[in-house]
């Protein structure tokens, strides 16, 4: 794996306490892209409902 390449998971925590994985993927740079939040905000919002 290039060293410049990081495992990113973005969670999200519940008022118990519970740890959700809302979606993990190869961070290629330090920003993490626009597609990739969004898509985690989206799982967060089947979570919550």
Do not use: C, W
């Amino acid at each position: 794996m290039d060293k410049d390449m990081k495992n990113s998971v973005l969670t999200k925590s519940t008022k118990k306490g519970t740890r959700v994985i809302l979606y993990g993927f190869i961070k290629k740079s330090q920003k993490t892209p626009k597609q990739e939040l969004n898509l985690a905000k989206e799982r967060k919002l089947e979570v919550k409902g």
